[in-house]
């Protein structure tokens, strides 16, 4: 259950009348409207930096630690990264990104069910920012909540994984409006499923025409040198538009 972000379990019936509706929302504005100031200090901050900044977002078990596992490994000496990693609790993440040599942080949101701005902003206080070309941001695995919360990133990516059934971005659109690249995980298990992925590319467009999306495998490898080459076009284009300021 979320602490903070209203998705709690409906509460027992009493006998007095009062708006609980506009309630909820003021609340749910508020919450929203002060993580929306704090994700503009991040981004500032981020920007002083000229650091791309990524926010993954899925569901549990998607693959993102090992989408991230393998680029860091891949990409060592080409591109600098720096990865905060959230999750309720534990830090096996973390000791699995810092197993790659990246500099690592862990944020546990504890009840909570997706990071918020705070969070990030505190989170990479311990994290050298100007030796980065990259922030790697790994989200609580939840398909709902993190999609509501701008951390102050570039872009959200959605992983999607193909033993998650095609028709997620219809169930969960918000998440899939909200990002903009979708990564469509663990193909190399596709001989063995009914999984419609144009069906599955199809839904994700219908909820977000703009989306741009890459099919890989991190076990096999397939499709990651096109995740790449979006990563080192995400630094080049930071770069020249800072330096065109
Ligand atoms: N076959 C296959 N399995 C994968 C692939 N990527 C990840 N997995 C497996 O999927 C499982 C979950 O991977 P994780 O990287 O922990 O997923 P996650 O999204 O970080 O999970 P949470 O942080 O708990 O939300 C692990 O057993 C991985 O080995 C892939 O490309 N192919
Ligand atoms: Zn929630
Ligand atoms: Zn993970």
Redesign the pocket.
């Known amino acids: 259950m979320c602490t903070d972000c209203g998705c709690a379990p409906p509460q027992p019936e009493h006998d007095h009348k009062h708006d609980h509706a506009s309630r909820k929302i003021r609340v749910e504005e508020n919450l929203l409207a002060k993580n929306q100031r704090l994700a503009m200090a991040n981004r500032a901050s981020f920007a002083a930096h000229q650091l791309f900044v990524l926010n993954l977002v899925?569901s549990?078990?998607?693959?993102?630690?090992?989408?991230l596992e393998r680029t860091l490994t891949d990409l060592k000496g080409k591109i600098s990264f720096t990865v905060l990693e959230g999750?309720q609790q534990t830090d096996n993440?973390a000791e699995r990104i810092a197993a790659t040599g990246a500099p690592v942080k862990q944020v546990n949101t504890g009840a909570g069910c997706h990071l918020d701005a705070h969070m990030v902003g505190h989170g990479v206080e311990g994290l050298d920012l100007a030796a980065a070309d990259i922030l790697m941001i790994?989200n609580v695995?939840n398909l709902v909540c993190p999609a509501s919360f701008d951390l102050g990133e570039d872009h959200k990516v959605a992983?999607l994984?193909v033993t998650e059934g095609e028709d997620k971005p219809l169930k969960y659109p918000q998440m899939f409006q909200a990002a903009d690249l979708m990564l469509i995980?663990?193909i190399?298990?596709l001989p063995y499923l009914r999984f419609d992925i144009e069906g599955c590319k199809a839904f994700a467009r219908q909820v977000n025409p703009q989306i741009k999306i890459i099919e890989l495998?991190?076990?096999?490898g397939d499709g990651m040198t096109e995740w790449y080459d979006w990563l080192k076009a995400g630094v080049a284009g930071k770069r020249r538009l800072v330096s065109s300021l």
């Open positions: 899925s549990p078990g998607s693959g993102k630690t090992s989408i999750d993440d790994e695995g992983v994984s995980n663990k190399d298990l495998s991190c076990h096999s």
